[in-house]
């Protein structure tokens, strides 16, 4: 018989790096959970991902066991390390932080496929894309589907 959820919680932690201060702390405690459990857990399926920041959906149940689904870095983030900039730009219509090329937009797309609303690769580039735009990252050359 099938565990009865309780809940679900959102994170967003670095990888390898999951400790009981804050945000992990409390998120998880309010929620009754063991928190050290979900540290160790948490940092030994990230060891290869270490630094970069990972949605974590958590699924709760009623005898306060969890399970946890790790997704792949967000969009933005993956962007911002392509481009090596520390922020994006807090006008993105006028001022460009940065560029990337569609090689690397295609890369970003291909990682972020899984967790996308996109059938084919085009559709997840034009929304890594859109992205890229939104944080003030300019997209160089021409899009691969326009030649």
Not at 54 to 62: A, F, G, K, M
Request: hydrophobic share 40%; glycine share 8%.
């Amino acid at each position: 018989m099938a565990k009865e959820i309780s809940g679900y919680l959102k994170l967003q932690i670095r990888g390898g790096s999951a400790n009981p201060s804050p945000p992990v702390g409390p998120a998880l405690g309010a929620k009754g959970l063991n928190i050290m459990d979900f540290c160790k857990q948490f940092n030994a399926r990230t060891q290869d991902k270490s630094g970069q920041l990972l949605p974590v959906v958590v699924t709760i149940y009623s005898d306060k066991s969890f399970d946890f689904v790790i997704k792949t870095p967000p969009a933005a983030s993956l962007i911002m390390e392509a481009a090596k900039l520390k922020k994006g730009s807090s006008e993105p219509n006028r001022t460009k932080v940065g560029s990337v090329s569609w090689d690397q937009i295609k890369a970003i797309a291909e990682t972020k496929l899984s967790d996308l609303n996109a059938f084919s690769i085009e559709s997840a580039m034009k929304i890594v894309a859109g992205t890229a735009r939104s944080m003030g990252v300019k997209v160089s050359g021409n899009a691969p589907w326009k030649e």
